[in-house]
Structures are given as structure tokens and as C-alpha cells.
């Protein structure tokens, strides 16, 4: 069995919004980690922490928040509390409302029964609520396949919904309602476009002072313009690197002339040829099985874990200030739907469209079913100008990328993602992406920051890349798990061609289809999907997508 | 079905599944088919219906070893291969992979394409083997388990073994060549025409004798002056 999480820097919070029925309260408690008290119990109303959650007063409004990505003072309103402090939170007056933050980055799960809202910070929190049986969110399995993670409101389990960006719930009358907000940075006009400096200076402002604090060092550039901006923040920095399982290992190569340039303690942490057979089920059960990547970061995280108490990352920087993912076409698009359109081209990669394992009919269902979510879940800005950029943060740095730091490194350690920041991302809106493009704006930004690191080469420098090697994610060991997963879950056999169902049984093909990206994209899903159904098959009851 | 080459019947039959593909990418594929092995070849192409799969049709009526539908073969091959659009055979694949299949008549031989991104799955069947499988099928087995049971099924690398990958041509780009190349042709035929004939109308008049011009001359003005031809 895997170890617990120990929620020592985030906490666990759980709770009910209206009508709730106290067994069900009681079960809800029951699953809950050990540590939890109540923060607030009222008629409409009831939260339970293993922390404490920090309460606000505003004329007739009260509340609480927890896990506030960015720094602040005291919020004035729910909507507030999710713009600006980027928490989640809890109103318990004039009207009970439970809202996530502005960018969907906290986890808020929640599930409606009998005209009550019962919620989590995890998925397991809310499965025990009662023994009806559930069911397969196939429009998220269809969203893990092309984007690497579910998006809207979907998760795994049909009956299971997640809070959106800058969403909230409210019980009214005995009736459950969705609200909503526009965050201040989609009105903003700004005031021209913002110097590197500028930028620099907003994301040093973003990582809180402290006597002592680690960064995990790649070889790419966000995580060395943070180190660079660390250091102006925090006394004593530590970096920290590890081998991310690409078959390349540049990030090895390329850490440690940062490490030595910056002047910071640097240590290395290489995982051995079965790391990902031996970790893949715990970085599974921590991440919900929401998304198949950052296998390879575990053994670092649970390092980090002993040793470190605050940790700064660098989540969503290249989409930020270097368009990742965001090409000059998308970005000069004007008309909406066409927008929405090569988005979903951008972020889907083909995962789909060139799928070979899945029966045509479940492919073009998946694909159909993808395609709306994205479309619901990036309906509120995709007209902004920026709003390519904004779906790439909402859908896959929200959903797929940001697990690594909110559930491998934390809850354990206090994770800061210093780009996240409000005042980073208006910042980020005013620059234009054609200075974005190609790194040039991030090049001046690294240049501005520390001219000497700048200079020392990085793994966005463009080299081209040779064969893989040596990926733990493929070794003969890794792909026996991954297909006995596939071939023990029946529902899943049942969505592939009769070639790729034979091909799970050979051990010969599953090396075929691992000396590529094109074979292994739906092998992974499937192993993934296959272990979730085994995890849950005692609850699940089994329907067609 | 004897074929076209008088070679006897087919010995394989490749069969092409249309998909989504554009018949440019189909068409390189049916004659890599036609022209990967010595022994006779069968294609079979099942189309979609529309000006799409009539524009294939057309392109390979006159070809008897070209089959569209579902119509089987007579006499059926020993041997059929599935292949996707976007593959094309090497010269000699067919044989290749059938001398693979005998030599340990193995039932299947499944073939993995994977580059970069993208992947796709060919595999060569022996029909009998598939045949013999299909009545021995026990409870809950399906049937490429159960061929490889009785006869044996292998993977092997499509790329390194069989196929090309279809890359799609600029076909709009070379039309538009070809055009502005026939009218160049054209213009350039036109312009040689006139100089020769101007070079035929010199050499005429360098050849003549001046005797002889002079007669013609004085020919031509009689003739006016008694009211007999043109002024």
C-alpha cells in the first residue's frame, strides 16, 4: 500500500452545502484524511479542515479560503478571495457559496444528492457518500487521451464534478446553482506593453520572502529564471534535479552550469531503471488518475518531502511568456469559433486524429466528445484576444501540468508557482505574442534577470534531438504492467481494433509500438485507464461511451 | 480470376481500407501493390461511396487486377494482406513477408509502422490458417488468439521490413507547372512556325535565278496590261 499523503503545508478540506444528511456527513468525515476539525458548521453550511483555513470579513460578507497561490492581504468577497489570493474558499454569509480560485488551479470536488453539495479536496473523498453504484466519465477519458487530462467540470467518475476557474456553487431554495465571474485581467486594457524587467520584477515579487527555500532546476528556462529570482527573494536556495524520462536527460546535462553560475547548493537525483514500475501506482493514486504524466518525478518528490519545506516552480512560464503551444496562427486569430478550432488542434497534437488502437467509431466519439469539452471549458474567454493563451493555462496547465507540483510535491511541501500570479498573468496578456514567439521576449527576460545565466545553453535552445534512449516509461518490465492493465479490463478491450487487441497479449509488438510516440500515446492511456477500472471495478457500473 | 499478366491465379490478395484518406494518398499505394511482388496480385479497394471513390474507380477501371467492393476472388488466395492507404509496399515486400510466413507457417504476420507521431498496423494472412482457427474458436477466444494457438502470429517492423510511408504530393503546385509549362510550349512553337516559314520565303527568293525573276515580272505585267489578272 502506498503512503498516505501528509497534509502538512495544504490542507484537506471537505464540507456540505445545504439540506446535507448527517449520515452522509459521517461517511464523508470517515474517508476523510486523519487531522480534520470543522472550521465552520452552520444551517447552510459545513467545513472541515486538517489546517487552518483563514477567514475574511467584509461588511455583511464573511468567509474562509485555503491554499491562496498568491500572497496578499485579506480578501473582501468570494470573488476576490479567487482573483486575487487565487483560493478556494468558502462563504458562509449572507448566503452559503463554495467557489475555487480564478485559473481552476485548487481542486474542488464536489457531488450533488438530494439537493445537497458535498465536497473534497479528492476525488476519494466523495465516493462513499453512498453505495449506489457509478459510473465511467467517458467524456473525460476521451479528454485524457487528447489533452492529458479531463477538462470542463469532468472527472473520472460521471458522478464526480470539479469546480471550474473562477466558478462557485450556491444552494438556494433546495436548489443547487452555478455562478460565475469574470476576472479582472480579461477587462484589463493595460497600460502598453510591459519591459522584461518589468515582467522579471512582477514574477520575483511572486515568490514570498523566506531564510531558506528550494527550486527544481531543469535545463529549460523557467525553472533557471526563477532560481535567478529566488535568490533576490529567499537567503538560502537549494536546487534540485532529477532525470525526467525523456530519452534524452538534457536537463541533467544542462542543470548544473546553472546551478554553479547561480552559486546555489545543487543536487542530482538519478532514478533507477525501475523507477516507474515501482512508482506508477502511487503517482496514479496521488494524482487520481487524472493524467498519465510526472511519473518520473516521484522519487524526486519524496526527497524533496524529507528535505525541503518550500519549494518554487516554475508551472505555466513557457505559456506564458513564450506562446507554448500558442503559434502564430492561433495567436492571430480573430474569429472565435475558428479560435476554438485550431486551439483544439494545438492542445489535441493528433493524439486522436492519427489513433490507430481505438475502434473508428470510439475514436470519432472520443474525438467529438474532447472537442465540446474544450469547447465548454474555454466558452467563457476564448473571444478574448489572449484567449488561446487562456485555454492553454485553463486546459492543460490547470488540469494535466499543475498536478505534479499540487499533488506529487504537495500537499507535503508548500509549492509556489510565482507565473501564476494575477498580476504576472495581466503582465503576460499585454505582451504580444509575436515577441513571444520564438523565446525572443523570454530571451530579454532571462537577459534582464542575469545576463550570465542567460547565456549558458538550455534545452529551449532548439537543438535538434536524436533517438530516445533508455526511457524508463518503455522498458520490456514497464510495458508487461502497462499491458496487463490494458488486458484485464474488459470495457476497455472492447473500445480497440482486433489488431491492437492482439498486440496488448505480444510482448514483441508492445516494443513495435514503444519505439515511438505514435504507438505509445494510446498504449499509456489505455494502461492508465485499465488500472483505474481495476482500482474501482467494485463501484463501477459499466456503460458504452 | 487468371491474371492480366498470364501468371495464374493471385497469390495474395492487398486489401485497402479507403478510411478517410484522399485518393491521392490511396493511389500510391494500389500501384506500389500491384508492382511489390513477382507473383500475381490482387487488389482489393472498398471506397466510400461519393465522387471520392468514383474518382478511384475511374482511375483504375481498365485494370482487371484492381477489384473494388466486396466481391471475393475466385479462386480465393492462399494469402491476403491489410494495409492502411498511407502505406506503400517495397518492391519485393510481398515475397519477402510471404517467405517469412512459410518458412514457419505462421498463421498471422503483424506489421507495426510507427514514425514519429504517427503509427499505423498492416498484417499478412494465410487464409486457411485464419479458416482452421475460425471453427476451432473455443469459448470467449477470439480469433487472432486462437490463430495464434494453432498456427503461430509474429510482430514485426513494417518500416524496416515491408512499407513506405505515403508522403502527399503538391499535386495543386505541379498542375499549375505543368500548365504555364504547356503554354510556354505553346507560345514557343508558335514564334518557331513563323521564322520558318519566313526562313522558307528567303531562301525561296535567294535560290531564284535573276533571269528567272525577271521572266515572272514581266509575266505579271502582260497579264495586267491585257486585262487578265489583278493590278
Given at each position: 500500500m502506498n503512503e498516505p499523503i501528509d497534509y502538512r503545508a495544504r490542507p484537506y478540506c471537505c464540507g456540505a452545502l445545504g439540506p446535507a444528511d448527517p449520515e452522509r456527513i459521517r461517511r464523508l468525515l470517515a474517508d476523510a484524511p486523519e487531522g480534520l476539525s470543522a472550521a465552520f458548521e452552520g444551517p447552510g453550511a459545513v467545513l472541515y479542515t486538517t489546517g487552518a483555513a483563514e477567514t475574511w470579513e467584509a461588511g455583511p460578507r464573511r468567509g474562509l479560503h485555503w491554499s491562496p497561490l498568491a500572497p496578499g492581504s485579506?480578501?473582501?468577497?468570494w470573488q476576490d478571495a479567487a482573483e486575487r489570493r487565487l483560493a478556494a474558499g468558502l462563504q458562509t454569509e449572507p448566503v452559503p457559496l463554495l467557489h475555487t480560485d480564478a485559473l481552476g488551479l485548487n481542486d474542488v470536488y464536489y457531488r450533488e444528492l438530494d439537493g445537497a453539495v458535498y465536497f473534497a479536496s479528492r476525488i476519494g473523498g466523495l465516493?462513499?457518500?453512498?453505495?449506489a453504484p457509478l459510473h465511467i466519465g467517458w467524456d473525460a477519458w476521451a479528454a485524457t487521451l487528447a489533452f492529458h487530462a479531463p477538462a470542463a467540470?469532468?472527472?473520472?467518475?460521471?458522478?464526480v464534478k470539479r469546480l471550474r476557474a473562477a466558478g462557485a456553487l450556491v444552494v438556494d431554495d433546495g436548489r443547487v446553482a452555478s455562478e460565475s465571474f469574470e476576472p479582472a485581467w480579461l477587462a484589463d486594457a493595460g497600460d502598453g506593453e510591459p519591459s522584461p524587467g518589468e515582467v522579471a520584477a512582477a514574477v520575483a515579487e511572486a515568490i514570498p520572502a523566506a531564510p531558506e527555500g528550494a527550486v527544481t532546476l531543469s535545463g529549460g528556462w523557467d525553472s533557471r529564471l526563477l532560481g535567478i529570482l529566488a535568490k533576490q527573494r529567499i537567503d538560502q536556495v537549494r536546487a534540485w534535479t532529477t532525470s525526467?524520462?525523456?530519452?534524452?536527460?538534457r536537463d541533467m546535462r544542462y542543470a548544473g552550469p546553472v546551478a554553479e553560475a547561480l552559486g546555489v547548493k545543487h543536487r542530482t537525483l538519478v532514478p533507477g531503471p525501475d523507477a516507474w514500475v515501482e512508482e506508477h501506482a502511487a503517482v496514479r493514486d496521488r494524482m487520481e488518475f487524472?493524467?498519465?504524466?510526472?511519473?518520473?518525478m516521484m522519487p524526486l518528490a519524496r526527497n524533496l518531502h524529507r528535505h525541503e519545506r518550500t519549494l518554487v516552480d516554475g508551472l505555466a512560464g513557457d505559456v506564458m511568456f513564450k506562446s507554448s503551444l500558442v503559434g502564430g496562427k492561433l495567436a492571430d486569430e480573430t474569429d472565435g469559433a475558428r479560435r476554438e478550432y485550431l486551439l483544439w488542434k494545438a492542445l489535441e497534437q493528433r493524439r486522436l486524429r492519427t489513433d490507430?488502437?481505438?475502434?473508428p467509431a470510439v475514436r470519432d466519439r472520443f474525438a467529438e466528445a474532447a472537442r465540446s469539452r474544450l469547447g465548454e471549458a474555454v466558452a467563457p474567454f476564448i473571444?478574448?484576444?489572449a484567449g488561446a493563451m487562456l485555454g492553454v493555462l485553463h486546459v492543460?496547465?490547470?488540469?494535466?501540468?499543475a498536478a505534479s507540483g499540487r499533488w506529487l510535491l504537495g500537499p507535503e511541501l508548500d509549492v509556489?508557482?510565482?507565473?501564476?500570479h494575477p498580476e504576472v498573468l495581466r503582465l503576460a496578456i499585454r505582451v504580444p505574442t509575436a515577441e513571444k514567439l520564438g523565446g525572443v521576449f523570454y530571451r530579454r527576460m532571462l537577459y534582464a534577470a542575469d545576463p550570465d545565466v542567460a547565456a549558458l545553453p538550455s534545452t529551449n535552445d532548439g537543438a535538434r534531438l536524436g533517438a530516445r534512449r533508455g526511457r524508463r516509461q518503455t522498458s520490456p518490465e514497464s510495458l508487461r504492467t502497462v499491458a496487463s492493465y490494458v488486458r484485464a479490463a474488459e470495457p476497455l478491450m472492447a473500445l480497440l481494433t482486433p489488431t491492437a487487441r492482439r498486440a496488448v497479449k505480444d510482448p514483441d509488438a508492445l516494443a513495435l509500438l514503444a519505439s515511438g510516440m505514435g504507438g505509445m500515446r494510446t498504449l499509456s492511456w489505455a494502461g492508465l485507464f485499465g488500472h483505474w477500472l481495476e482500482r474501482h471495478q467494485d463501484r463501477l457500473t459499466i456503460d458504452e461511451p | 480470376m487468371s491474371s492480366p499478366l498470364g501468371n495464374?491465379?493471385?497469390?495474395v490478395e492487398v486489401v485497402i481500407d479507403?478510411?478517410?484518406?484522399?485518393p491521392t494518398k490511396v493511389k500510391p499505394s494500389v500501384y506500389s501493390a500491384l508492382g511489390a511482388s513477382k507473383a500475381p496480385v490482387r487488389v482489393a479497394v472498398a471506397p466510400p461511396d461519393g465522387p471520392r471513390g468514383e474518382r478511384l474507380r475511374r482511375a483504375f477501371?481498365?485494370?482487371?487486377?484492381v477489384a473494388f467492393g466486396d466481391?471475393?476472388?475466385?479462386?480465393?488466395?492462399p494469402y491476403r494482406l491489410h494495409q492502411p492507404p498511407e502505406l506503400m509496399l517495397r518492391v519485393g515486400a510481398l515475397d519477402r513477408l510471404i517467405r517469412e510466413a512459410e518458412r514457419d507457417r505462421l498463421g498471422i504476420l503483424f506489421l507495426a509502422c510507427v514514425k514519429n507521431s504517427d503509427m499505423h498496423f498492416a498484417r499478412l494472412e494465410r487464409l486457411d490458417a485464419l479458416d482452421a482457427a475460425a471453427g476451432d474458436l473455443?469459448?470467449?477466444?477470439?480469433l487472432f488468439d486462437a490463430v495464434d494457438r494453432r498456427e503461430g502470429t509474429r510482430w514485426i517492423d513494417g518500416t524496416d521490413w515491408a512499407f513506405d510511408w505515403v508522403e502527399r504530393p503538391d499535386v495543386t503546385g505541379l498542375h499549375r507547372e505543368l500548365a504555364s509549362l504547356r503554354l510556354a510550349v505553346h507560345d514557343l512553337e508558335g514564334r518557331l512556325a513563323h521564322a520558318q516559314e519566313r526562313a522558307r520565303h528567303w531562301r525561296r527568293l535567294a535560290e531564284e535565278p535573276v533571269r528567272d525573276r525577271a521572266m515572272r515580272t514581266l509575266k505579271r505585267r502582260l497579264r495586267r496590261l491585257t486585262g487578265g489578272g489583278p493590278r
Open positions: 485579506g480578501p473582501t468577497a465516493l462513499g457518500l453512498d453505495d467540470d469532468d472527472t473520472p467518475f460521471r458522478e525526467g524520462d525523456d530519452g534524452h536527460d487524472q493524467t498519465g504524466l510526472h511519473t518520473w490507430r488502437m481505438l475502434l473571444g478574448h484576444r492543460r496547465t490547470a488540469r494535466a501540468v509556489r508557482f510565482p507565473f501564476a | 495464374g491465379s493471385a497469390v479507403f478510411d478517410r484518406s484522399p477501371a481498365d485494370d482487371r487486377r466481391s471475393p476472388p475466385d479462386p480465393t488466395p473455443r469459448d470467449g477466444e477470439e
